[in-house]
């Protein structure tokens, strides 16, 4: 009974988006059709953690949702930051996926321009595609022409956390800004590495 008052409310026009969002991610385990629409409301979604839900509740459906989310991923007219939302339940849902090949540079490229309140969430939801967002990012780091070498610095710190020997190579090139940046990660990794323990690297760093 409860569900059929939860479908009926799912169904009412009055909802706005947001409310829409919320009852679906009940309804989704269930219905195909509440799944797709939830994809076209998380890109809507002005709220990161909305994003994040729904990623998270659809993950069980990546086969049947994968093809769906990189056709609007590569939809030319997409405004950017649904591009981006739409990324961030990919990097989860197919982060093997053929598709990072090509998508790696624009996905950065959206991570640079997003809103910085809420980069760091965009941060940790591409994480688990950062092998291939890497090269991408050493390119900006090296640049002197590139406008956000810091944020990509940051941005290194984190993703390449677990790699010393990138570490290392970037401390060697890095500027005067970008130095401090390095150098804490490269020392946090050495402390990761002597304790077994994890020393992250988080935008507040920068």
Do not use: C
């Not at 990919?90 to 809420?118: Q, R, Y």
Request: avoid cysteine; charged fraction near 25%; aromatic fraction near 6%.
């Amino acid at each position: 009974f409860a569900r059929t008052r939860v479908r009926d409310k799912w169904n009412d026009a009055a909802l706005t988006d947001r409310q829409r969002l919320r009852i679906g991610l009940v309804l989704a385990a269930d219905d195909a059709e509440v799944r797709q629409r939830l994809l076209v409301l998380a890109r809507k979604s002005d709220d990161p953690y909305e994003v994040l839900l729904v990623r998270d509740v659809l993950r069980p459906h990546a086969a049947e949702l994968n093809a769906a989310l990189w056709q609007g991923a590569q939809e030319p007219a997409l405004p950017r930051v649904e591009r981006l939302r739409l990324w961030a339940i990919l990097a989860t849902l197919d982060p093997d996926g053929p598709g990072w090949k090509d998508a790696a540079e624009p996905a950065v490229s959206e991570l640079f321009a997003a809103n910085p309140l809420h980069l760091g969430v965009w941060q940790q939801a591409l994480a688990p595609v950062r092998q291939a967002l890497l090269p991408v990012l050493q390119k900006a780091y090296r640049d002197p022409a590139a406008e956000h070498r810091q944020l990509a610095a940051a941005l290194l710190a984190d993703y390449a956390a677990d790699q010393p020997l990138v570490l290392a190579e970037l401390l060697l090139e890095a500027d005067v800004k970008q130095f401090g940046v390095m150098f804490a990660a490269a020392w946090g990794g050495k402390d990761k590495n002597q304790s077994g323990g994890k020393a992250p690297h988080t935008m507040s760093q920068m």
